[in-house]
């Protein structure tokens, strides 16, 4: 009989062991690669629940990601989102801001002038040390010494030349138009699966 009851002990210690080892911590987040969700399981798609009805939940997401305080809560939204680990200082390069639990950032960026960094061009007009034969610019032509003539009645001076540039004359400041009507689309390669967030298992402990 003793042997008997200590088999089933043995039995007994074992299955609470292994349920332990399976069972989820409650709010623990998963990768399930199927089209269903496992039971006890709900998809990160920042659903509000009730809190009387999930207490044990609520105590540990608050409303970090939503809802109404005391009544109701939000499950995080992972829906076309990367997470990122929670960071307290502004020193992280390159967002140079603070990242709180459950923030939410939008995809899309549109890049404007206040985006960009300071940054320089270099830019070189090239030109010709032959002397001008043009007083009209175009496109055959290019920047040459100039030639002045003189006379009673006009005044010519000519600056344009169409033998080939052999000087580069530097720049300090030139107004560059804007060109193209698009953003910049930057996105990492994906594989779409669904993230899980455990609502049934063991409660963390604290310490």
């Given at each position: 009989m003793?042997?008997?009851?200590?088999?089933i002990?043995?039995?007994?210690?074992?299955?609470?062991?292994?349920?332990a080892q399976?069972?989820?911590i409650l709010g623990e987040i998963r990768i399930f690669p199927g089209k269903t969700v496992p039971r006890g399981w709900m998809r990160c798609e920042g659903q509000i629940l009730n809190v009387m009805q999930n207490q044990a939940l609520y105590?540990?997401?608050?409303n970090s990601y939503g809802g109404s305080p005391g009544t109701t809560f939000a499950l995080p939204d992972l829906r076309e989102r990367m997470p990122v680990g929670v960071a307290n200082t502004t020193n992280w390069y390159p967002f140079s801001q603070v990242f709180?639990?459950?923030?939410?950032?939008?995809?899309?960026?549109?890049?404007?002038?206040?985006?960009?960094?300071?940054?320089?061009?270099?830019?070189?007009?090239m030109a010709s040390s032959n002397t001008g034969n043009s007083k009209t610019p175009s496109s055959a032509l290019s920047i040459a010494a100039p030639v002045q003539f003189f006379n009673n009645s006009t005044r010519n001076i000519t600056y344009?030349?169409?033998?080939a540039p052999d000087i580069t004359l530097p720049v300090t400041s030139l107004s560059i138009?804007?060109?193209?009507?698009?953003?910049?689309?930057?996105?990492?390669?994906?594989?779409?699966?669904?993230?899980?967030?455990?609502?049934?298992?063991?409660?963390?402990?604290?310490?």
């Open positions: 003793k042997k008997k009851y200590f088999l002990l043995v039995i007994s210690l074992l299955t609470i062991s292994t349920y399976d069972t989820p105590s540990l997401l608050g709180t639990l459950g923030m939410k950032t939008e995809g899309n960026k549109t890049i404007a002038l206040a985006n960009l960094p300071a940054h320089t061009h270099n830019v070189s007009i344009y030349n169409n033998s138009s804007t060109v193209g009507s698009g953003s910049p689309v930057v996105q990492q390669p994906i594989l779409v699966t669904n993230y899980c967030i455990a609502v049934l298992g063991i409660y963390p402990s604290r310490n």
